[in-house]
């Protein structure tokens, strides 16, 4: 990985400086931070990532424009397109945009005439990089490593923008299996099993979970949403989410120096009895998205 390994290396550690900071109530605003303006741009729902890139941004002593339904409230309404939007933004001399958007590749649409750094804060059923780096970071922290991992993925491997990052971003590292565990029709997208085969890792598919985990032993366990709102219509929702949901069950069979992470929000694919086993990470794991998200800002802007 090399530059790009010591980049992340760097992201990790920062973030884990971070940590400490917020848990001991510690400023970090120095002379050394720039104090800008960032902006947040978003044309879909969010919660956790809105909010803890603004909350990272005023941690680093940043101020933060907003428009959080960017799809009713901007000129987006009068028609103006996302292009002429992130040309005017960035002109504000914003020292980043974070941009969440509905359409696949909205965010390389955005960097291609922008003359700020864009952070693409989920594009459609495209992306979602900085979850990624959150999901890499809890990795490290719960497991102590990064590499030699049974990684099983499950739900909705298609439309799961979350996943489609985590598995690009791990497969960078050695020795990783990933355990695809979905129904047919929300298998990983061919671009992503095509390109598995040339890098390091290696992966597994499969539909049902219970064969699925008589023939491994995963490390993590990353559930996910079934995302409907992306579902094409006429789609059988229910009788799809009924296969794949996390009973205490499943998890008492699960090894003990396993980790569930699921990147939120959940439904009814995590029973909620599971959130006091302590393999459940996913509340860590979003609590982490601060510190990672202050880190990812720092580099960006420093
Ligand atoms: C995810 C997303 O927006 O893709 N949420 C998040 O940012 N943590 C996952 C989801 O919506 O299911």
Redesign the pocket.
Same mark, same amino acid.
């Given at each position: 990985m090399d530059g790009e390994g010591n980049v992340l290396a760097g992201l990790l550690t920062t973030a884990h400086g971070f940590e400490t900071a917020i848990a001991t109530g510690r400023s970090v605003i120095s002379s050394r931070r720039s104090r800008g303006s960032i902006a947040t741009l978003f044309y879909e729902p969010?919660t956790? !990532?809105r909010l803890s890139f603004e909350l990272a941004a005023l941690r680093l002593g940043k101020s933060v424009v907003s428009t959080e339904h960017a799809k009713d409230f901007s000129s987006a309404v009068k028609g103006e397109t996302l292009e002429d939007t992130i040309r005017v933004i960035s002109s504000y001399g914003v020292e980043a945009i974070v941009l969440r958007h509905t359409e696949n590749g909205a965010a390389s649409r955005a960097v291609a005439v922008s003359s700020a750094p864009v952070i693409n804060a *989920?594009d459609g059923d495209g992306e979602?990089p900085t979850?990624a780096l959150i999901d890499l970071y809890t990795i490290w922290r719960e497991m102590d490593r990064t590499d030699n991992l049974t990684v099983l993925i499950a739900g909705d491997l298609r439309f *799961?923008? !979350?996943v489609h990052s985590l598995v690009e971003l791990l497969a960078r590292f050695h020795g990783m299996h990933f355990v695809l565990v979905s129904p047919p029709e929300l298998q990983l997208p061919p671009r992503l099993t095509k390109w598995l085969p040339k890098t390091k890792a290696r992966f597994t598919e499969y539909v049902s979970l219970s064969v699925a985990l008589k023939k491994h032993k995963p490390d993590i366990l990353y559930w !996910?949403?079934l995302?409907r709102e992306r579902f094409p219509p006429a789609t059988e929702f229910q009788n799809l989410a009924e296969q794949y949901r996390l009973t205490p069950k499943i998890v008492s069979s699960l090894p003990k120096s396993s980790r569930i992470m699921h =990147?939120? =929000?959940r439904l009814d694919e995590i029973d909620s009895k599971i959130d006091r086993d302590p393999r459940a990470a996913y509340f860590r794991q979003a609590a982490h998205g601060l510190p990672v998200r202050m880190a990812i800002l720092d580099w960006v802007t420093g």
């Amino acid at each position: 990985m090399d530059g790009e390994g010591n980049v992340l290396a760097g992201l990790l550690t920062t973030a884990h400086g971070f940590e400490t900071a917020i848990a001991t109530g510690r400023s970090v605003i120095s002379s050394r931070r720039s104090r800008g303006s960032i902006a947040t741009l978003f044309y879909e729902p969010s919660t956790r !990532t809105r909010l803890s890139f603004e909350l990272a941004a005023l941690r680093l002593g940043k101020s933060v424009v907003s428009t959080e339904h960017a799809k009713d409230f901007s000129s987006a309404v009068k028609g103006e397109t996302l292009e002429d939007t992130i040309r005017v933004i960035s002109s504000y001399g914003v020292e980043a945009i974070v941009l969440r958007h509905t359409e696949n590749g909205a965010a390389s649409r955005a960097v291609a005439v922008s003359s700020a750094p864009v952070i693409n804060a *989920g594009d459609g059923d495209g992306e979602h990089p900085t979850q990624a780096l959150i999901d890499l970071y809890t990795i490290w922290r719960e497991m102590d490593r990064t590499d030699n991992l049974t990684v099983l993925i499950a739900g909705d491997l298609r439309f *799961g923008r !979350t996943v489609h990052s985590l598995v690009e971003l791990l497969a960078r590292f050695h020795g990783m299996h990933f355990v695809l565990v979905s129904p047919p029709e929300l298998q990983l997208p061919p671009r992503l099993t095509k390109w598995l085969p040339k890098t390091k890792a290696r992966f597994t598919e499969y539909v049902s979970l219970s064969v699925a985990l008589k023939k491994h032993k995963p490390d993590i366990l990353y559930w !996910t949403r079934l995302q409907r709102e992306r579902f094409p219509p006429a789609t059988e929702f229910q009788n799809l989410a009924e296969q794949y949901r996390l009973t205490p069950k499943i998890v008492s069979s699960l090894p003990k120096s396993s980790r569930i992470m699921h =990147p939120l =929000p959940r439904l009814d694919e995590i029973d909620s009895k599971i959130d006091r086993d302590p393999r459940a990470a996913y509340f860590r794991q979003a609590a982490h998205g601060l510190p990672v998200r202050m880190a990812i800002l720092d580099w960006v802007t420093g």
